[in-house]
């Protein structure tokens, strides 16, 4: 079975920066596109960011253009998701999900295995 383990997110002030990571228990994690989702209590999962097996493709949302990267370390079995410039609007409960492809998308219903989500709030 795949687990997905996201760091702990936290309470940060706008404008300031967060790392989220997601450590993936698979053999080899090359094999897998990976994406970030964010959802609220009253919303439906967004996609925030993807990027394929090998890392070569990246994508995002347009709202967090600029401002957040997806990377991964196949070698760790990690994906990162750097966010910078935060804004209260990014407050949301963030998942990493894992598809057994190589290629990306931002759709939801095309990840097979996903975290448990962590809370990221910006808040002065």
């Known amino acids: 079975q795949v687990q997905l383990v996201e760091s702990v997110g936290g309470l940060v002030q706008p404008g300031v920066s967060l790392r989220l990571s997601c450590v993936v228990s698979v053999r080899t994690l090359s094999s897998y596109a990976m994406g970030w989702f964010r959802q609220a209590p009253w919303k439906e999962r967004e996609f925030v960011a993807t990027i394929n097996a090998s890392g070569g493709y990246t994508d995002y949302t347009t709202t967090v253009k600029g401002r957040f990267t997806i990377s991964r370390d196949n070698a760790k079995n990690t994906v990162y998701l750097q966010m910078n410039s935060l804004k209260p609007e990014d407050t949301d409960l963030y998942y990493c999900?894992?598809?057994?492809?190589?290629?990306?998308?931002?759709?939801?219903?095309?990840?097979?295995?996903w975290g448990q989500g962590t809370q990221v709030t910006v808040s002065s």
């Open positions: 999900a894992a598809r057994n492809r190589p290629y990306s998308t931002g759709r939801v219903d095309q990840y097979d295995y």
